[in-house]
């Protein structure tokens, strides 16, 4: 193979990269990049919609406050909704409440961008010391020779027993220091992190899978056997990827109560270790939350491999799948009576009569004479309707904007160009005292950027439309500037 070929092959598969999302991301404006890797964290894989929104909207207050070229026009959900649809994020429905996620591809691409950007060296003593053992691991398990293996395992059992005569005799265990052993735990972490990325391209997959064989059932094109045998080919392609071997690995650590027991206390025996101290809090979360983060990321996975036996199983007891069956044997015989017919002349089955006319006389064909009809009698008059007679369901009516705008300048004036919330709604007639008027005035106040002090609250009493009153508690919004109508 010459280097041209491998170069050529490098190139056509750039072409193919520059087209994948990650290569949009990476190209796309920074700011959004920025947002994505501090809303989605190795601990934080999902996040509400309205959590999302909310957070994004104060982003970009942040980013017109730094004269950043933004479209006016477009609010947070408009980002949103371009991000789903250039595919950074998937916004599944999880709970009956739609959330936003990260794609495999840009869970890549945060985690590229956190080694690029990272202080951090991944050269470390315990990595190297991974690398090593994980050399020798393949090398012993790899070898077909029991001799050489059992001369490795004799070796490793009396290292071992060394060991254990040393530490009975009084000698002090080896241990790490706090540098390598942070180090060694951050390692983990790393490695960690790649897994997210790995379970979102095998769900993605079994998802393509999942909505190819329903668009073949929809279009009845094909039949029971051949619906199975694309399944079990499409799943034992997909198990075959390294996504799929890390997930098989995955559900095996599942199965097995016993390393599962193993593992909670490793990790709790770590975060009791004095170089924990050392991490930070995200660190410790990370790791306290493994375990459960990568067993919900299996889950959803197991969840679509459910949706796709449930499709299968409902197309092949369905009565719409026997009848396509019916159909298709109709067919195919029609198709074969008429490849096995010799081609000749073709006779009616029977002969016509000529010049046997059936004549019908004018009364017997009964045509429509308007001298014959007699229109029906005029409709009464329908019944006239009063407005007492029209009842509408009350409802509270919408915030007067103007009016609460004139209101905030009007008691800012009184009280030395600051007012509070409470002082603002007090200073309303009665018939303006509801509920929707105290939602106005919060609209009003975080739409101009007024001081929000959620530490400390006020009460506000409303009347309801059934002449009710109740208590609202908010938190404490003051006025100070200027209110925009």
Do not use: C
């Not at 990650?22 to 959004?32: E, H, I, N, S, V």
């Not at 899978?209 to 997909?238: C, F, N, P, W, Y």
């Amino acid at each position: 193979m010459r280097s041209t070929d491998n170069a050529v092959a490098q190139w056509h598969a750039q072409k193919q990269l520059r087209l994948s999302p990650a290569w949009k991301l990476l190209q796309g404006a920074p700011w959004t990049l920025a947002f994505l890797r501090a809303e989605f964290t190795a601990t934080k894989q999902r996040v509400g919609l309205e959590e999302f929104h909310a957070d994004l909207a104060d982003f970009m207050k942040e980013l017109r406050g730094e004269n950043l070229s933004l479209n006016e026009a477009w609010q947070a959900s408009h980002y949103a909704d371009s991000w789903v649809r250039s595919q950074f994020l998937s916004r599944p429905m999880v709970d009956g409440k739609f959330q936003y996620e990260p794609t495999a591809a840009t869970a890549r691409v945060l985690a590229f961008m956190d080694t690029l950007t990272g202080s951090r060296t991944n050269l470390n003593s315990s990595r190297l010391s991974t690398l090593l053992n994980s050399i020798e691991t393949l090398s012993l398990q790899s070898d077909p020779n029991p001799e050489s293996r059992i001369a490795a395992l004799e070796a490793e059992v009396a290292e071992r027993e060394n060991e254990i005569a040393a530490l009975k005799n009084g000698a002090n265990p080896a241990i790490l220091s706090d540098d390598s052993a942070v180090a060694a735990t951050r390692s983990v972490l790393d490695l960690a992190a790649s897994l997210p990325a790995d379970f979102k391209r095998m769900r993605d997959g079994v998802e393509v899978m999942l909505h190819s064989i329903r668009t073949e059932i929809m279009d009845s094109s094909v039949t029971k056997g051949v619906a199975v045998g694309q399944v079990l080919a499409g799943d034992k392609a997909l198990r075959g990827t390294a996504e799929g071997e890390t997930f098989q690995g995955f559900t095996e650590f599942l199965n097995d109560p016993v390393q599962q027991a193993r593992f909670r206390q490793s990790v709790n025996e770590v975060l009791e270790r004095d170089f924990s101290d050392q991490l930070s809090s995200e660190e410790r979360a990370n790791l306290a939350s493994l375990l459960r983060e990568m067993r919900r990321q299996a889950a959803d996975v197991h969840t679509i491999y459910g949706r796709l036996s449930e499709s299968l199983h409902a197309y092949v007891q369905s009565a719409e799948f026997k009848e396509s069956v019916l159909l298709r044997k109709a067919i195919h015989a029609a198709e074969q009576a008429v490849a096995t017919a010799r081609l000749g002349s073709r006779t009616g089955v029977v002969e016509p009569l000529l010049y046997a006319p059936n004549f019908e006389t004018l009364a017997g064909l009964g045509i429509f004479n308007p001298e014959d009809h007699v229109p029906p009698p005029r409709l009464a008059a329908p019944p006239a309707l009063s407005d007492a007679d029209i009842h509408r369901t009350p409802a509270t009516p919408a915030p007067d904007m103007p009016a609460l705008h004139a209101a905030v300048d009007r008691v800012r004036e009184t009280r030395n160009g600051t007012a509070t919330l409470a002082d603002v709604y007090t200073s309303l007639p009665s018939e303006l005292q509801h509920i929707n008027t105290i939602r106005g005035l919060i609209l009003a106040a975080r739409g101009s950027g007024e001081r929000i002090d959620p530490e400390r609250s006020e009460t506000l009493t409303f009347t309801q439309i059934d002449g009710t009153s109740r208590t609202a508690t908010v938190p404490l919004f003051t006025f100070t500037k200027d209110s925009t109508a």
